[in-house]
């Protein structure tokens, strides 16, 4: 099983920027899928989930409305469109994968986790 995020990098505030997480090694279809993050110096939250269908997502209060969550199962990949960036935003971020199906916001219900990338957002 393999995830790998890809698409972090250094943004001003206000920019945009599109995590992409490739998987294999699992049905993808089958599989629910987060994003997390780990800003410096404090412990991994939430970011946003969506269900195995897709016909279900959450969002943290800090980023809805700027935060986007798809995938693509012809690609085995799972975006995070990121618009109006902040410098709170700034943190690893790492995709997730669980087995259930359902768009889980605890970082304990997942199985696979990528290793992360980095967002950086200069004011």
């Known amino acids: 099983v393999q995830l790998q995020a890809s698409g972090g990098g250094l943004v001003q505030a206000g920019g945009s920027l599109r995590l992409s997480c490739a998987t294999s090694?699992?049905?993808?279809?089958?599989?629910?899928l987060g994003w997390f993050r780990q800003p410096p110096g404090k412990d991994r939250e939430f970011v946003a989930a969506?269900?195995?269908?897709?016909?279900?997502?959450q969002h943290a209060d800090s980023v809805k409305g700027r935060f986007t969550i798809s995938r693509d199962d012809d690609k085995a990949t799972v975006y995070l469109q990121m618009n109006n960036l902040k410098p709170d935003d700034t943190a690893v971020y790492y995709c997730?994968?669980?087995?259930?199906?359902?768009?889980?916001?605890?970082?304990?219900?997942?199985?696979?986790w990528g290793p992360g990338t980095l967002v950086t957002v200069s004011s």
């Open positions: 090694g699992f049905t993808f279809n089958m599989y629910g």
């Open positions: 997730a994968a669980d087995r259930v199906g359902l768009a889980f916001t605890r970082a304990d219900e997942y199985k696979y």
């Open positions: 969506i269900s195995w269908s897709g016909g279900s997502s």
